[in-house]
């Protein structure tokens, strides 16, 4: 079976920084896409950021300019690095990827952003 684990520190103060790592049981030159996404209770599950295999990274705007979604094929891993954090980016983020036209998503972590 195809597993995301997410792992990083979900904790930052206001205008910090983190970094989400997801680590891929397939490999991601395998995933037709991955990427990142944030859900916050009781709404839809929104576009972070993703990597098309083989294309350019995309951002949902309040991204660009902040967060940072890398691939790395040697260690399966995807990434995402997130900038000048702010209180509004609290919320669940999930790791995401799609092989074989089959979405696969990881179980979230929280991020909690506050001095």
């Known amino acids: 079976q195809v597993q995301l684990v997410e792992s990083g520190v979900g904790w930052v103060q206001p205008g910090g920084a983190l970094r989400l790592s997801c680590s891929h049981s397939v490999s991601i030159v395998n995933m037709y896409a991955v990427g990142w996404y944030r859900q916050a209770q009781g709404k839809q599950r929104e576009l972070v950021a993703t990597l098309p295999g083989g294309g350019r990274r995309n951002y949902a705007d309040s991204a660009k300019g902040r967060f940072t979604i890398s691939r790395d094929k040697a260690m399966k891993t995807v990434s995402l690095k997130m900038n000048n954090l702010e209180p509004e980016n609290t919320t669940v983020y999930y790791c995401?990827?799609?092989?074989?036209?089959?979405?696969?998503w990881g179980q979230g972590t929280q991020v909690i952003v506050s001095s």
């Open positions: 995401y990827g799609n092989r074989q036209g089959v979405d696969y």
